[in-house]
């Protein structure tokens, strides 16, 4: 069985940086698209970045493009998101979840309905 276990998260001031890790076991994610979504209180779950585990395509939502970055290490079965400038509007639970429908080539789905298995999440307050 997959399980996602994110870390990272804390309370940092505004125009900080964070970076969030999300460690992968129980499958061969070759062919998986692995994403990070974060869900804000009163709010839906919203898609923040993916990645593809082997060729390692990205994709950003804008509220986070050109101030974050996704990375994974395939050795060690983790994947990163590091996020800059952080801002009030960036607190939120952040999971990380995987799609092992996604396929070697395709960028990942910025939709969370094709993501299988997710993580617990992990909170990131911005203050100030």
């Known amino acids: 069985q997959v399980q996602l276990v994110e870390s990272g998260g804390g309370v940092v001031q505004t125009g900080g940086s964070l970076r969030l890790s999300c460690a992968a076991s129980?499958?061969?994610?070759?062919?998986?698209?692995m994403g990070w979504f974060r869900q804000a209180p009163g709010k839906e779950r919203e898609f923040v970045a993916g990645?593809?585990?082997?060729?390692?395509?990205?994709i950003y939502a804008e509220s986070v493009r050109g101030r974050s970055s996704i990375s994974r290490d395939v050795s060690q079965n983790i994947m990163f998101l590091q996020v800059n400038s952080l801002k009030p509007e960036d607190t939120a639970l952040y999971f990380c979840?995987?799609?092992?429908?996604?396929?070697?080539?395709?960028?990942?789905?910025?939709?969370?309905?094709?993501?299988?298995?997710w993580g617990q999440g992990t909170q990131v307050t911005v203050s100030g």
């Open positions: 979840a995987a799609d092992p429908d996604a396929g070697f080539w395709r960028v990942p789905s910025p939709n969370r309905d094709d993501y299988d298995y």
């Open positions: 129980g499958g061969t994610f070759r062919a998986y698209g």
């Open positions: 990645i593809s585990w082997t060729i390692g395509r990205v």
